[in-house]
C-alpha cells in the first residue's frame, strides 16, 4: 500500500464526463489499497474564459484580483470531483489553496509555496477518504489569495507528495509520456521509461512542454519520484508505465543521448564591429535584462581590436531587443546591428553525456552531412544546444534522432 | 458623511459592461464622501451553469461540495468588480466570505450567519477603499465554505450594514423600488416611498418578489434601514429615491393601506364532514407538515356533529397533499375530500390596519360589487388576505387597488 498523489491536467478535467472517468481512475488505486491525493486545474478553456472577463474590463487587471478570479476555476473543479467520487460510494472531501494552508509568498500570478499543513489530508486520509486539493493556487501570510501561475497545478502536486512524503506523483496529461523527442516531428520518437530530473529540466526548458518545468525543480530538491502518463489510458495499478522521472542514481545504464529537445520561439540579434572594450557585453544584455527581456545563449568573438556579439531571445521580444540593440550600436560606434527571427534551437541532452567525450564533435558531424549550418553553439554538462535557420528544424531532430539511435517504434 | 452599504444583484452585474456601470455608481457615491462597502451576487446565469455542472454529474450533490462549487459566482464578481474600481483610479478590496469572516452554522446551502469580523472592512474604509464583499457565502467553524440560500446576497448586505453599523443598506435590483402592487397586473400601481420593515415582510412573502424574506426579517432585527433602488437608473446621491423599509416610528402619518399583495401558487384541499372529535385538523396538518409540506391557510368549521377542514398549499403540493389527505379521510370516515388548484390569493397590507376598523368590510363589500365569491379569509394585525378564483386575481386586485385609494400616475 503506497500513498500516491495525483494531478489532472484541464484536458483531462474538461468536461463532465471527463470528471467521471477520473473518478473511476482514482477508484481504481483506491481498490488496490493506496491512498489517494489529488490536484486538480481548471477544467480546459475556464481559465482562458475568466481572463477574457478581466481583460473586457482592463488592460491591466490588478494582480491581487485576478488570483481572486482565476482561483474559482480550480475550486470549480475539486466540487464536481468530489460529487463523481460520492455518486460512486467513494468518501472524498474537497480543499481549496486556503483551506489546506497551501502557504505561498505575496507574488500574486506567480507564487511560491512555503509550506502546506498536512493536517486535515492526514486525517482524512486515516478515514479512508480521498483528498481533493485545488491546485495552482495557494494563500499568503495576509490572508490574500494566490496563484502559483500557468502549469502551477503540477507543482501543487509536486508540493502535496513533499508535504505527505508520498511515494509517487503521478501527472496525468493528454500523452502518455516524455518522448525523445516530438513525435510530430520525428514519428520514431520512442517514449522513455525513465529519465532524471536534470535530464528533464533540460527537456521542459527547451520546449518539450509535458511538465511545468519549476514542478520539476520542485521534485528534484524534495526527491519525489514523478511519473508522467496518459489520463485517457487505462494503467495497471500496480505497473502504470508512462515516464518516470527520478535520480539518476536508480539508472545503472544511462544512455547516452535521452532526448532531443528543440524550440521555435528564437530569434538572434548581432552587434558587429564594437571596439573592444571590457564590459561591452555587459552594457548590451544589461539594457536587455532591465526591459524584463530573457536572453538564452550569448557568444562572443574578439577580432582585431572589435567585437562582435550575438545572443538569442524569445522571437516575440525581438522587435524590442533589435531597438534597444540598435540604439546602443550607435552609442559604442558599431559597425553593424542584424537580427534574424527565423531560427531555431536544437538540444541534445543525456546525463550519458558526462562520461562519454566526443558527443559535441558526433553531433556537428551529422548535422555538416546533411549540410546544416551552425549558428550558434552553446554546452552544459548534460546537453548541447545549436542554432539553425528555422526551414532546417525537421531535418536536424530527425537526423540527430537516428545518429544517436534514438529511434523505435513508429509511436501511435 | 455617511457609511452606506449597497447589494448588487446578479442583473446588475450580468454583464462585464454592467460592472463597470456599477462601478461608476459606487465612484458617484465616494466621490459624495461617502464610505462605501458592496455586497455582489453572481452574474445572472453563472450560478445555473454551476448547478447544471453539478446535475450532469450527479442527482444529489453533496451539500459541502455544492457550496464550494457555487460560491465561485459570486468570487468571480468581487474581482472583476474590484478591476473596474481599479481602472478608475478608485482603490478598493474584494474579500470573499470566508476572508471577511462571515461565519455561519454548518447548514450548507441554507446557513445562517452568526458573526462578521468587520476589523479588515474597517482599515480599508479608513485608508479611503472601496470593500467589495462576495454575497451570499460564509464560513463555517471548520473552515468548511457554505452558502445562505438563493437570494442570500441580500442577507449578506443587511449583515454587512448591522456589522458595521451602517447608515443605510442600499439593495440596487432591477425594479426601482416596492410598488403598491405588480404593475403589471395593476399600470396604476404606485411606488412607495416608504414602508415599513414588518409591511415588507408580509409583501415578500405573499409574493412581491423585490427582496429576500430573510434579509429583512434580518434588518427589522437589527433596525437597518434597507432602500430598493434601480440599478439601471442614475439616483442623486444625496436623495437617491426608491423605497426605503424602516421602522414605522418613523413615520407620523402612515397610509391605511401600503399595497396588495398575491400569489398564484396556491392549491386547496377541503375534507368535509369528518365525525366532529379533538385532533382532526392536528391530524390532518400534521401529516401534511410531516411529508415537508407547507400548509399556508387553514379554515374549520364546525357543522351538526361533522366537521369540514380546508386548507391552502404551495400549488406544487397539490398532488401529494391530496393523496395523503385521501388517505386519512377514508380512514377518517370524511363524507367527501376535495381540491382546487385554480385559486389565488389576495392580500391587503398595511400597518394603518392596526388603528382603523372597518377595513375588511370595505375590502369584502369592494370584492363582492365585482361579484368576486370569496372561498377564504385569513386576517393578522397588519394584512387581510382572502382566497377567490384564480380568474378573478387581477379583477381583485384592480378593484381593491382603486378602492383603496392607491391608484397613482401609471407606471412607466
Redesign the interface.
Known amino acids: 500500500m503506497a500513498l500516491i498523489v495525483q494531478k489532472y491536467g484541464g484536458t483531462s478535467v474538461g468536461t463532465?464526463d471527463r470528471?467521471?472517468n477520473v473518478a473511476e481512475k482514482i477508484i481504481k488505486f483506491r481498490k488496490a489499497g493506496h491512498d489517494v491525493v489529488v490536484a486538480v486545474s481548471a477544467m480546459s478553456g475556464e481559465t482562458n474564459r475568466?481572463i477574457g472577463?478581466?481583460s473586457?474590463?482592463?488592460d491591466r487587471?490588478?494582480p491581487?484580483?485576478?488570483d481572486?478570479?482565476v482561483?474559482?476555476g480550480e475550486?470549480?473543479t475539486?466540487?464536481?470531483l468530489?460529487?463523481?467520487l460520492?455518486?460512486r460510494g467513494q468518501d472524498a472531501?474537497?480543499y481549496?489553496g486556503?483551506?489546506v494552508a497551501m502557504q505561498t509568498d505575496s507574488s500574486h500570478m506567480k507564487a511560491r509555496i512555503n509550506n502546506i499543513d498536512d493536517h486535515k489530508m492526514r486525517s482524512d486520509l486515516d478515514a479512508g477518504r480521498v483528498v481533493v486539493v485545488a491546485g495552482f493556487q495557494g494563500i499568503d501570510d495576509n490572508?490574500?489569495?494566490t496563484t502559483l501561475g500557468r502549469g502551477g497545478s503540477d507543482t501543487t502536486a509536486v508540493a502535496l507528495a513533499a508535504a505527505l512524503k508520498a511515494d509517487e506523483c503521478q501527472i496525468y496529461t493528454d500523452v502518455d509520456g516524455v518522448y525523445t523527442t516530438d513525435p510530430r516531428v520525428e514519428p520514431n520518437a520512442r517514449r522513455l521509461p525513465h529519465i532524471t530530473f536534470e535530464e528533464m529540466l533540460e527537456m521542459a526548458s527547451l520546449g518539450s512542454k509535458v511538465l511545468q518545468i519549476r514542478s520539476v525543480e520542485f521534485a528534484g530538491k524534495y526527491q519525489v519520484p514523478m511519473r508522467v502518463l496518459s489520463s485517457f489510458e487505462d494503467q495497471d495499478v500496480n505497473n502504470p508505465g508512462g515516464t518516470l522521472i527520478s535520480l539518476e542514481e536508480n539508472d545503472v545504464e544511462a544512455p547516452l543521448i535521452s532526448g532531443i529537445a528543440f524550440s521555435r520561439d528564437e530569434a538572434q540579434i548581432t552587434v558587429r564591429g564594437v571596439p573592444d572594450q571590457p564590459g561591452i557585453a555587459h552594457k548590451v544584455l544589461g539594457e536587455i535584462a532591465d526591459a524584463n527581456m530573457e536572453v538564452d545563449m550569448i557568444v562572443q568573438n574578439i577580432g582585431d581590436a572589435v567585437t562582435d556579439l550575438t545572443f538569442t531571445v524569445h522571437r516575440n521580444d525581438h522587435d524590442k531587443a533589435l531597438e534597444i540593440v540598435q540604439k546602443l550600436g550607435e552609442e559604442l560606434n558599431a559597425s553593424e546591428v542584424t537580427s534574424d527571427s527565423t531560427i531555431v534551437k536544437v538540444s541534445l541532452v543525456g546525463v550519458g553525456m558526462r562520461s562519454h567525450a566526443g558527443v559535441a564533435a558526433k553531433m556537428f558531424d551529422i548535422l555538416a552531412s546533411e549540410g546544416i549550418n551552425i549558428r550558434m553553439i552553446a554546452t552544459s554538462e548534460i546537453k548541447i544546444s545549436v542554432v539553425v535557420d528555422e526551414k532546417y528544424l525537421e531535418l536536424a531532430v530527425r537526423s540527430l534522432h537516428s545518429g544517436f539511435e534514438l529511434d523505435g517504434e513508429a509511436a501511435a
Do not use: Y
Open positions: 463532465t470528471i467521471e475568466l472577463l478581466a473586457d474590463i482592463s487587471p490588478t491581487r484580483e485576478m481572486v478570479l482561483s474559482t475550486q470549480v475539486i466540487a464536481l468530489c460529487m463523481a460520492h455518486k472531501r474537497s481549496t486556503w483551506q490572508g490574500n489569495i
